[in-house]
């Protein structure tokens, strides 16, 4: 059994949503570390057209495995885990990356304040804190570029909007699975949840170096990854005033 | 004035294009709604090309001095134009639609792998 309790988390039905694309080496250890930190979590591996035995793997060790017939990309692959969530009434979900970057043990720090009620969507942020984070130039500038832009869309201090490790309450559930967006969805998520007045709150993680495989941002897609973030952004503002979210 | 020559080989273009596209209607290989744009078209480039004291008006309007066939030029290039454009919004739409099916199929396919998995158990 799990040695670490949460107050409040046996009380939720909780889901791990797990993107996975090509990462058969690294899928079922971010299963085993999910289960021996809390056997409680639903596992579901949105097996995103991988042409390798992602999805045979997680199979085996116990997940639920949702394969999508062909390549969706991370935004559609995540929307298909909140349906399913939404639809399977769980009322508290985690993205966990397939490729290992996100360390189980962090859970506790993105589950607290969703279980405390004092926020509907946690990140789990690489920059705050002291842990030291190395990457390219341009991937950098982005970073930086996204955290300062959404932060003054947001009216309140981000660091890390392209974090895709992150905890939700049913209300972001219930969004995210009429809505999610496309290609690189993370930064736009976050807005998303601000527009529709849901409480945002950022706590400092550690994240380990990928265990297999590659980052699919290489340097060149980092610089249309920048372009069309901030395009989507712009267009936001443009945007009427979202619907408000009915009650979960 | 238009050279009479550049009326006949635009009048016949644009007839000849109004042609294909009433045989790819007989032939139900344009929907409706897409067979409609394509003859308005035509009809449009049709009208422009043959009317030769219509286009040199349009053409004074439009300030277009000297070669007032250009109007003609600047009218097909305005309907590329739209049809891109508008092929770029159904292939946005087809492509949500499609992101949605999958997504449905891959969620079926689980619940009903489960399903059986249960019902195995259960007999």
């Known amino acids: ?248 | 004035m238009t050279p009479i020559s550049v009326t006949i080989i635009a009048s016949l273009g644009a007839l000849g294009m109004l042609g294909v596209v009433f045989e790819l209607i007989r032939r139900r290989h344009l929907r409706e709604r897409y067979s409609l744009i394509w003859l308005l078209i035509g009809v449009v480039l049709l009208v422009l090309a043959a009317w030769r004291r219509g286009l040199n008006t349009l053409a004074g309007w439009m300030g277009v001095k000297g070669y007032p066939p250009s109007v003609i030029f600047a009218a097909l290039l305005f309907f590329v134009l739209i049809m891109l454009l508008h092929y770029s919004i159904v292939i946005s739409r087809l492509s949500d639609q499609n992101t949605t099916l999958a997504q449905r199929l891959a969620l079926l396919e689980e619940e009903q792998l489960r399903r059986s998995e249960e019902s195995r158990e259960d007999g």
């Open chain 1, 1 to 248: 059994m799990t040695g670490v309790t949460l107050p409040g988390l046996a009380e939720r039905r909780r889901i791990a949503i797990v993107p996975a694309f090509n990462e058969e080496g690294s899928v079922a250890a971010v299963i085993d570390e999910i289960h021996s930190f809390d056997p409680g979590f639903e596992i579901v591996v949105i097996n995103d057209g991988s042409s390798d035995r992602t999805g045979e793997i997680a199979r085996s060790r116990g997940a639920r495995v949702i394969s999508l017939p062909f390549n969706l990309g991370i935004g559609a692959a995540m929307q298909t885990g909140f349906r399913f969530a939404q639809e399977n009434g769980f009322n508290l979900a985690v993205q966990i990356d397939g490729d290992g970057q996100h360390d189980p043990a962090e859970l506790p720090a993105i589950l607290s304040p969703v279980l405390a009620g004092e926020a509907d969507l946690v990140i789990g942020s690489r920059f705050l804190g002291d842990g030291a984070f190395r990457s390219s130039f341009t991937r950098r500038l982005g970073i930086r570029l996204f955290a300062w832009t959404v932060s003054a869309i947001a009216g309140q201090r981000l660091t890390d909007t392209t974090s895709g490790f992150r905890a939700v309450n049913r209300r972001g559930i219930v969004l995210f699975a009429a809505d999610y967006p496309r290609d690189y969805p993370e930064v736009e998520a976050t807005v998303m949840i601000v527009k529709h007045r849901l409480r945002l709150k950022e706590v400092p993680v550690q994240m380990r170096e990928r265990a297999t495989g590659r980052s699919s941002i290489t340097a060149l897609r980092s610089v249309y990854y920048i372009a069309k973030v901030l395009l989507a952004l712009f267009v936001d503002l443009f945007r009427r005033g979202e619907a408000p979210m009915e009650d979960a």
